[in-house]
């Protein structure tokens, strides 16, 4: 935890839960990805955390945006940046998002389906337009795989089709899977991307983009790799796959710009247990799945837990839990958390790693819990 985040616990004692951002600490990863993909342009998926600080700070930074929906391009707009710098990512919109995108000046579209093209010719005539094409999502922790993208041969039919319909065919997209921390998934997927401006070529369509999407991992409880190390990994498949002529490229990142900027606290509200001869503890904070972390899903994302308790003492296994009325309200039951033995009711703990997918992902009001607090500072 940064000095700053730890300094304002413990001079405001906020309530809690409550999410901290260290913003120097968003403008840090900016710093390491652009040194370790220095020509690739980057958008920030803002869907990560669209706190407007985090906006203003990567739009002075020179970033570039990857949006959901229209409220995310206004959010983006409200920041100051200029509709140049905003991609609509999502090959999921309605028609009518479509032409307000292109209304408020967005020139840049997603898609990965006739349904959706049709969409955009006509709702954005002469936008630039790439197709996503599907992956296998391996070795992420929070695959993407199946609901986006095409098939290879279906993208190049839908590109050929783009310029028929007065479209710019513009590149190709995928997106490894979130949280991948093997570097060297991009290269399968840069292979088959290669061939298609091959093949495309051929038949008098050039493409000039490769978007590369995000998944660099944040550090949750073990190591990944640096941005250096995707860096390098996708450079060298860039060249091994496209020679002397490599295409302009977009990185996606959202998970691995803010996620490790951010702690979140909690208390602990109960600690029980089942029965007079159950030895497991039942650990229930007042921050669940559906209070931000909806990542626990499947027990996919695992949060580094700290309590002011840790050190030397002794700690036992425990089943983490959230305060709502819903059992599908746990945390983490299979996998290996061990809390002291003297936690008690009443402390507080952190959840480290959590600025990324959280706030965002809280409900607005189930059974009454307001959505979680959030500074940034
Ligand atoms: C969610 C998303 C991202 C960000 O992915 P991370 O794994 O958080 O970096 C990038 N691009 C698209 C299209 C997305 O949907």
């Not at 959901?68 to 100051?80: C, H, K, Q, R």
């Not at 959202?254 to 109960?270: F, Q, T």
């Not at 497991?280 to 559906?290: A, H, N, Q, S, T």
Request: glycine fraction near 8%.
């Amino acid at each position: 935890m940064s000095e700053k985040i730890a300094r304002f616990f413990a001079e405001r004692q906020p309530a809690t839960p409550c999410l901290v951002v260290d913003l120097d600490i968003v403008d840090e990863n900016f710093t390491s990805l652009t040194a370790a993909l220095p020509d690739a342009k980057i958008y920030y998926a803002v869907k990560a955390n669209p706190a407007p600080e985090i906006l203003s700070l990567l739009a002075a930074r020179g970033s570039s945006f990857d949006t959901a929906s229209v409220p995310e391009i206004e959010m983006v707009l409200a920041a100051g940046v200029t509709p140049d710098r905003i991609s609509y990512g999502n090959t999921i919109k309605k028609q009518r998002d479509v032409a307000r995108a292109f209304e408020l000046g967005v020139r840049l579209f997603a898609f990965d389906s006739i349904g959706e093209l049709d969409k955009i010719a006509q709702s954005a005539p002469g936008s630039r337009v790439f197709c996503r094409i599907l992956t296998s999502g391996e070795g992420a922790e929070w695959p993407l795989s199946r609901k986006f993208g095409c098939d290879p041969h279906m993208a190049r039919a839908l590109l050929i089709a783009a310029a028929g319909k007065g479209l710019v065919p513009y590149g190709v997209s995928f997106h490894v899977g979130s949280q991948q921390k093997d570097p060297t998934q991009w290269d399968t997927a840069l292979r088959t991307v290669a061939e298609m401006f091959h093949d495309l070529e051929a038949l008098g369509i050039t493409l000039s983009m490769v978007n590369l999407g995000g998944g660099f991992a944040t550090r949750y409880r073990t190591d990944v790799p640096e941005a250096e190390a995707y860096g390098n990994a996708i450079l060298d498949s860039l060249r091994r796959h496209f020679g002397n002529r490599i295409p302009e490229t977009i990185v996606e990142p959202g998970r691995s710009m803010v996620g490790n900027a951010g702690v979140i606290e909690s208390e602990v509200v109960l600690i029980s247990t089942k029965s007079a001869n159950d030895n497991r503890r039942w650990v229930y904070l007042d921050i669940g799945k559906f209070g931000g972390l909806a990542e626990t899903m499947d027990e996919a994302i695992q949060y580094p837990i700290v309590t002011n308790r840790d050190g030397d003492g002794e700690t036992d296994s425990v089943i983490l839990a959230g305060p709502t009325c819903d059992s599908a309200d746990v945390l983490y039951e299979k996998s290996d958390y061990r809390l002291p033995v003297d936690l008690a009711i009443g402390d507080r703990i952190r959840i480290h790693a959590a600025g990324a997918y959280t706030t965002t992902y809280a409900s607005v009001n189930f059974n009454g819990f307001t959505p979680l607090a959030q500074y940034y500072i």
